[in-house]
């Protein structure tokens, strides 16, 4: 098992070394970061002398080995446009992302399990033929028409609920939260369905399309055949046998609710690192970019991990080494 | 005269398709002593299984009992609702599937199996619970039982597995057991013993076994009674000596000639012309006619199940050995 882990990890660092030499090269085309920052007014000397300030003068080798050796010690450079230490913006602005992503996706696992059971245990009924229909809504239209038409209707029409920002929030330790504050709560709730409802029709349409397979297994008419109660045969049974296929999804669903709530953080003017990078983006900042690409991939090599150790927990089958007791 | 553990009157079960209602099973009559084991032979799409699973309430719909009336220990209980049902299965009906491989939960221990059905049942505290649990995998023959309840189905054999659900059918001591195909999936050494574990249990507890099988031999070895199933309808009932013997049905008979025998020396096996009809397809009168030897102008007509000259009950105008 501890072998196990350790090799992963050892890929992921492989994966890690890849994503950044990937990204450091697609870098080369976005722009040239000096005309942004320089003015009109610039002469020859200036770009020459800006150039090899940054380092942008040497090798594409040699700036990668930089970039990958700042890294290793949490130091991703000084960002272009703010002229400020990279690690300290994204450190500030990563907090509203994360707890943004974790909001809805709390409420996409939540809410797919829970409706995906429902809808495969009433597979008939009304109620589930009309959460299916609904659910194609979710799962068709984009994520910033979603965004507006909430904001239409709770803000503009209604006027219930905020249509931008992130509300008052209160600092804890190094971490600015909107969870104590009404309007931060209240600030959550459109951006966190918009960003997790593609993610919650998917669960929900998995759940039920596996749970509906399960049910028809030998081993659930057998544990009906013992006279279980529906509701252990439904919960114990049947869900913990479609929770292999279910966890694989969903982790990797949870990772694109981070990387790309930019998306959800442009309609709603939320200020986590997704609209940090879409401004890097338009000034060319090479280190923010670079580092936000970096911590993408980390948490995506990361939630992998996890999902293949769940594997573990939640399948016997596959502990190779036999029993766990 | 006792109460029978199962008594079935007229069991009609039906499936309504877009090409009419077809009758899978159709009037099935039948008991079971307490202690008795009755073969249910016939060959595939007889309606063997879905008698079993009538019995029990799991038909799959659309499938439903369209008539007739189930009783058991003299209750009524195919008219129960399905929360009244659900308390009398494992506790009153146990039931075995034909693959142990896919019967068990793959990720639960079989213990866990095994004190949940037990807790559901039995007024008994987990402790207790655990205890008979392993009591009830001890008596089902797996070595060690104690260690290995909390071991996964995947880390048993066929034949082992079998005995675990034998053990969790048993275990909240029903009085009838529903042993659908119990051997077929397990390899002949191990079929043998998994029969004589069915039969020695039954015995010990004077629970009634419906045993539904295709495999003659099966039948001859475990069974006490046999009922011949035909495109849903039963041909003939009798002790499994008797119709084994002196088949009266000539279906019954065909059935015995193409069984392969040991004494007989390699002939060639007799068959019976034809093959079963679909069930919406029905020929008038005697289902068998079509492909009988002996069909008669009276076979159009539906034959009654009646006693015969030889103790056993045959649904056929002109059973073989009766005089004519």
């Keep these: 098992m501890l072998a196990y882990v350790i090799r992963r990890v050892f890929h992921s660092i492989v994966v890690l070394l890849a994503v950044g030499l990937v990204a450091f090269s697609m870098f080369r085309f976005v722009g040239d970061p ?40 949490g130091n991703f450079g000084v960002s272009y446009r703010q002229g400020r230490p990279v690690s300290d913006i994204i450190s500030e602005r990563a907090p509203a992302t994360l707890e943004l992503a974790a909001v809805s996706g709390l409420f996409a696992i939540l809410l797919g399990i829970g409706l995906g059971v429902f809808t495969a245990i009433r597979r008939n009924g009304i109620a589930s033929n009309l959460i299916m229909t609904l659910s194609l809504v979710g799962v068709s239209l984009p994520t910033f028409l979603i965004g507006i038409l909430l904001i239409y209707v709770f803000s503009v029409e209604l006027d219930m609920l905020p249509s931008f920002g992130r509300g008052e929030t209160v600092m804890v330790g190094y971490w600015s939260t909107g969870f104590l504050t009404k309007s931060g709560l209240v600030a959550l709730i459109l951006p966190a369905i918009t960003l997790g409802l593609y993610q919650m029709t998917l669960i929900m349409r998995l759940v039920r399309s596996e749970m509906l397979e399960v049910l028809r297994q030998d081993y659930i008419r057998f544990a ?10 439904n919960f ?90 | 005269m006792t109460i029978p553990v199962l008594s079935v009157r007229g069991l009609v079960v039906e499936i309504p398709t877009r090409h009419g209602v077809m009758r899978p099973v159709d009037g099935m009559t039948f008991d079971i002593k307490a202690g008795e084991i009755l073969g249910l032979v016939g060959e595939s799409g007889a309606g063997k299984s879905m008698t079993g699973n009538a019995v029990i309430g799991l038909l799959d719909p659309p499938a439903r009992i369209a008539e007739g009336e189930i009783y058991l220990n003299g209750d009524r209980i195919d008219r129960l609702r399905l929360a009244d049902l659900r308390k009398r299965r494992g506790k009153d009906i146990g039931m075995v599937f034909q693959d142990p491989l896919t019967s068990l939960n793959p990720l639960l221990p079989i213990g866990d199996q095994l004190t949940e059905t037990i807790l559901e049942h039995l007024p008994v505290s987990m402790s207790e619970a655990k205890t008979r649990a392993v009591a009830a995998l001890e008596e089902v023959g797996i070595p060690a039982a104690a260690e290995r309840i909390g071991a996964y189905p995947h880390e048993f054999s066929g034949g082992m597995r079998q005995r675990v659900v034998i053990a969790l059918a048993l275990s909240a001591e029903p009085s009838l057991i529903i042993a659908d195909e119990p051997t077929t999936a397990l390899d002949v050494s191990v079929q043998a013993q998994i029969t004589a574990l069915l039969k020695r249990l039954c015995r010990e507890r004077g629970a009634g076994v419906m045993l539904v099988t295709h495999d003659m031999g099966v039948i001859a070895e475990t069974a006490d009674r046999v009922a011949v199933m035909y495109a849903g309808q039963l041909v003939e009932l009798g002790f499994v000596r008797q119709v084994l013997s002196e088949p009266c049905h000539p279906y019954t008979d065909g059935l015995m000639g193409s069984t392969p025998q040991a004494s007989k020396g390699q002939t060639r096996l007799r068959q019976i012309p034809g093959s079963m009809p679909r069930l919406g397809n029905l020929p008038p009168g005697c289902a068998f006619s079509p492909r009988c030897s002996y069909v008669q102008d009276k076979c159009r007509q539906k034959p009654e199940l009646r006693l015969n000259s030889c103790d056993s009950r045959t649904a056929c105008w002109f059973p073989i050995g009766a005089p004519a």
Excluded: C
């Design chain 1, 34 to 73: 000096i005309d942004n920052m320089l003015g009109q007014e610039r002469t020859q000397a200036d770009i020459d002398r800006l150039r090899t300030q940054l380092g942008l003068d040497q090798p594409f080798a040699i700036q990668y080995w930089k970039f990958l050796s700042g890294a290793a010690e």
């Design chain 1, 224 to 233: 009906r055949a013992r006279g279980l109660r529906e509701r252990v045969v």
């Design chain 1, 236 to 325: 114990r049974h049947a869900l913990k046998n479609t929770l292999v296929p279910v966890i694989t999804v969903t982790g990797l669903q949870l990772g694109s609710i981070i990387a790309f709530a930019i998306i959800t953080e442009t309609v709603f003017q939320w200020p986590g690192v997704g609209l940090l990078f879409i401004n890097a983006i338009h000034f060319v900042d090479i280190p923010v970019m670079a580092a936000y690409l970096m911590l993408i991939s980390v948490m995506f090599v990361t939630i992998n991990l996890v999902v293949d150790l769940l594997y573990f927990a939640i399948d016997p089958r596959l502990r190779v080494d036999g029993r766990s007791t």
